[in-house]
Structure formats: structure tokens, C-alpha cells
């Protein structure tokens, strides 16, 4: 089974571009979430979809969306980049299940640069 | 506000001894407890988790203890091998499976042979 892929690994930007990051989720997993890791800072919550609704939303400007497809498919979009959204990006896939936690398997992420 | 800390940011330990990773959780609605291993250029991976109504759960070399008066869990690896030097990410989770994952900051561990 193929685990998640999210496309590009790597991109580089200029501030005030805005940048659309892809996510492909593992087969038959209907949630995607979304996470930023700086450095020493962890992995934060941007936001997770649903049945192409989103579910959760993380502390994160207006200038990061996503949107999810009817294939599960995910892309988050981040607009007028500033210095700081420089990180990793990474899409994270589950079931969900409805009484009890679901795993969530990670992708490689996609490591964003902003000059 | 943190709800989710790793007080220690680097770890290192001998190969074949114990390895002990520590983290600490403010939010007393956490229900659930993971643990996730990350290799640089990779995303984290799953290792081990916890339901707060056990206090410990055991698989192969890694073992999670949860103290929930103390808001406290931890990993243990039991022998530590060279390949387990990577970051690791503590995470809890509210009851329901709806709930987003809250991530701390990680360890990052170094197994020296």
C-alpha cells in the first residue's frame, strides 16, 4: 500500500508569493491534517479535512488554507509568504474511526524557503 | 501556551543502555498518548501509544508509562541501538478520534556506539 505523498519536496519562494502545497493521502483514508515544524517549535496544528470539510483549525493566520478533494486528495495554500513561514510542511492521513483515536501516518513533508 | 512539553531538547546515550524520554502534558482532557519517531528528510512515524485508562504499555525494546496525576508520561528503550538515534515527538489527543494531535517540541536522541 503507498503511504502518503505530498509534492514538491522542496520549493523555494520569495516574500509575498503565495505557494499551493499537494497532499496525497495512504488509500481509503478519508482525514487529512496538516502540520508546520519549525525548528524548535515542533509540529503545530494548521488545520485537518474531512469529507472535503475542515474539521479543525490550528492558531494560524488567515493566509494558510486548504481545501480537500473529493479523492481525499489535499492542498494547502499559503498566501503573501512572510520570512517565517520558511518550514517544513507536512500532511499527515487517518481513517478516522469514530469512538477512538486514529494513528495518523505522515508524509515525507514539503520544505518550504521563503527569501 | 504549551499543553504538550519536552523539557529536553537533546538526549545521549550509551548503546545497549537505557534510553529515557520524558514529557509532560498541562491539558487534563488528553485521553490519548503517542509517541513518534522522526529520521531527518522523513516524516515522523508511528511507535507507540497509550490510553490514559492503562499506565504502561509495552512493545518489544519500547515501553510508555503514563502517570496521569502527574501529568506525565514517558518512553523507555530498552537496549538503545544506533539506529534509534532520531527526534522524538510526544503527541496527545482528546477523547474523541476528531480531535487534532497536540505535538511537543521533541528530543532529539544520539545512541553513541
Known amino acids: ?115 | 501556551d504549551q499543553q504538550v512539553k519536552q523539557n529536553s531538547p537533546s538526549l545521549s546515550v550509551q548503546e545497549g543502555r537505557i534510553s529515557i524520554l520524558n514529557c509532560d502534558y498541562t491539558n487534563s482532557m488528553f485521553d490519548y498518548f503517542l509517541w513518534y519517531k522522526k529520521y531527518p528528510a522523513e516524516g515522523p512515524t508511528f511507535l507507540i501509544s497509550i490510553s490514559s485508562i492503562k499506565d504502561k504499555n509495552e512493545d518489544g525494546r519500547f515501553t510508555v508509562f503514563l502517570n496521569k496525576s502527574a501529568k506525565h508520561l514517558s518512553l523507555h528503550i530498552v537496549p538503545s541501538q544506533p539506529g534509534d538515534s532520531a527526534v522524538y515527538f510526544c503527541a496527545a489527543s482528546g477523547v474523541s478520534g476528531n480531535t487534532p494531535l497536540v505535538f511537543g517540541k521533541g528530543t532529539r536522541l544520539s545512541v553513541i556506539a
Open chain 1, 1 to 115: 500500500k503507498a503511504g502518503v505523498t505530498q509534492t514538491p519536496r522542496y520549493l523555494i519562494k520569495t516574500r509575498g508569493q503565495q505557494v499551493t502545497l499537494s497532499c496525497s493521502p495512504i488509500s481509503g483514508h478519508r482525514s487529512v491534517s496538516w502540520y508546520q515544524q519549525t525548528p524548535g517549535q515542533g509540529l503545530q496544528f494548521l488545520f485537518e479535512y474531512f469529507s472535503e470539510t475542515q474539521r479543525n483549525k490550528g492558531n494560524f493566520p488567515g493566509r494558510f488554507s486548504g481545501r480537500q478533494f473529493s479523492n481525499s486528495r489535499s492542498e494547502m495554500n499559503v498566501s503573501t509568504l512572510e520570512l517565517g513561514d520558511s518550514a517544513l510542511y507536512l500532511c499527515a492521513s487517518s481513517l478516522p474511526r469514530q469512538a477512538s483515536y486514529n494513528e495518523q501516518f505522515f508524509g515525507p513533508g514539503t520544505r518550504l524557503t521563503v527569501l
